[in-house]
Structure formats: structure tokens, C-alpha cells
Nanobody
Framework: QVQLVESGGGLVQPGGSLRLSCTAS????????MGWYRQAPGKQRELVAR???????FIANSVKGRFTISRDNAKNTVYLQMNSLVPEDTAVYYC??????????????WGQGTQVTVSS
């Protein structure tokens, strides 16, 4: 089974920056895409950013120009650089990985979530 381990969340003041990391571990798998979602209290989980193995990216309009997603395929790691943070960015951020095992069985896994709080 593929496991996702996230890191980098925390408390930051408005205007500050954070960098989230998510590493996928396991055996006999390949990843097609990795992404970051977030869920604020009382709201639905929403896609923030996503990147494919080929480097194609999607950035939500709400964070465009402030957040950047990147990926190290060799390390099966995805990063979310978050700049100019605002209180509305406060949420639990979840990493997601889509791919398949070498047996061709597809998978779709989630990380445990990391809290990001933007507050003065």
C-alpha cells in the first residue's frame, strides 16, 4: 500500500509563507498525479493545486499567483509553496496521490492532513 506523509503546516502571520511537502512511499507503484486539497471548518474539501507526472499543473483561482506546486518525481514528493498567506487560507491541507501499481491496479490515496493557520 502506498502511504503519504505530509509536513510543513503550522501557524503563520498574514502575508507570511509556508511550504508543504508530501512524500509517497511503498513499493511497485508509479504515480500519475499528486495534489493538494484543503478543508476549512464548515466547508467542503476543495482542490488547491495538482501536478501530473508530466509536469502539467492546475492552480485554483483563489490561490493563483500566491501558491506554487512542484514535484520531485525521483523522490515521489510534491511541494506546495504558499506565499502571501491570508486568513482565508486557514484549513487542513491534504495531500492526494493517484497512480497505479505495477500490477496495473489503480489507486487513489490521501495523507493524514496538516493544519495551516493564518492569524496575527
Amino acid at each position: 500500500q502506498v502511504q503519504l506523509v505530509e509536513s510543513g503546516g503550522g501557524l503563520v502571520q498574514p502575508g507570511g509563507s509556508l511550504r508543504l511537502s508530501c512524500t509517497a512511499s511503498g513499493s511497485a507503484f508509479s504515480i500519475d498525479a499528486m495534489g493538494w486539497y484543503r478543508q476549512a471548518p464548515g466547508k467542503q474539501r476543495e482542490l488547491v493545486a495538482r501536478i501530473t507526472s508530466g509536469g502539467r499543473t492546475f492552480i485554483a483561482n483563489s490561490v493563483k499567483g500566491r501558491f506554487t506546486i512542484s514535484r520531485d518525481n525521483a523522490k515521489n514528493t510534491v511541494y506546495l509553496q504558499m506565499n502571501s498567506l491570508v486568513p482565508e487560507d486557514t484549513a487542513v491541507y491534504y495531500c492526494n496521490a493517484e497512480g497505479r501499481y505495477y500490477s496495473a491496479r489503480p489507486f487513489d490515496y490521501w495523507g493524514q492532513g496538516t493544519q495551516v493557520t493564518v492569524s496575527s
